[in-house]
């Protein structure tokens, strides 16, 4: 099973600022790797797939990059709706189609 | 715009068989896979496995004895079961659409496992 490890865990920004996370894969998923966004209460948002394409209606703050084993998912400018938990997902290889365990971005 | 909505009981009782239906509206079921995820409260997902809308399946091995997904195209439904539950098992149930990847999820089901 391929393992997907996420960091930071948690990150802290402020409203405008960058944040920058993390997901790498215990093997190579090509670019067989998407990001999802995940609010309280509410189902996960597909964000990019294909490593950096973003899904129809994603505002273009969301970057993804990446191949191999390393990814970054990048959001500029953060809006008070991007506070949320972000998943990274491979799809490369069954079974099964694994995440990583989430990045929480808070308000610093 | 495609829309997933699942149904079932919120409550099942141990060593009891869950079960879940997940409808599809706005789109048509056929050339995509369909697939269960869950997530247990406060914790990441987890994909059950998923079924093509010609009937076959593939499931997490993990779950795969107890896990068993079906179709019905002409209601546009697919459903899941889980039979032999425990406390384990209660988490949010979610139904989504597999492009790939996870394009359209449904809001979400909770069941709490609990006598």
């Known amino acids: 099973e391929i393992v997907m490890t996420q960091s930071p865990a948690t990150l802290s920004v402020s409203p405008g600022e960058s944040a920058t996370l993390s997901c790498r894969a215990s093997?190579?998923?090509?670019?067989?790797l998407a990001w999802y966004q995940q609010k309280p209460g509410q189902a996960p948002r597909l964000l990019i797939y294909?490593?950096?394409t973003r899904a129809t209606g994603i505002p273009a703050r969301f970057s993804g990059s990446g191949s191999g084993t390393e990814f970054t998912l990048t959001i500029s400018s953060l809006q008070s709706e991007d506070f949320a938990v972000y998943y990274c997902q491979q799809y490369n290889h069954w079974p099964p189609r694994t995440f990583g365990q989430g990045t929480k971005v808070d308000i610093k | 715009q495609v829309q997933l909505q699942e149904s079932g009981p919120g409550l099942v009782k141990p060593s009891e068989t869950l079960s879940l239906t997940c409808t599809v509206s706005?789109?048509?079921?056929?050339?995509?896979?369909w697939s269960w995820l869950r997530q247990p409260p406060g914790k990441g997902l987890e994909w059950l496995g998923y079924i093509y809308y010609t009937g076959s399946t593939n499931y997490n091995p993990s779950l795969k004895r107890r896990v068993t997904i079906s179709v019905d195209t002409s209601k546009n439904q697919f459903s899941l079961k889980v039979n032999s539950v425990t406390a384990a098992d209660t988490a949010v149930y979610y139904c989504?659409?597999?492009?790939?990847?996870?394009?359209?999820w449904g809001r979400g089901a909770l069941v709490t496992v609990s006598s």
């Open positions: 294909g490593a950096s």
């Open positions: 989504a659409r597999w492009a790939p990847p996870l394009d359209y």
């Open positions: 706005g789109g048509s079921m056929s050339e995509y896979y």
């Open positions: 093997e190579s998923v090509s670019n067989k």
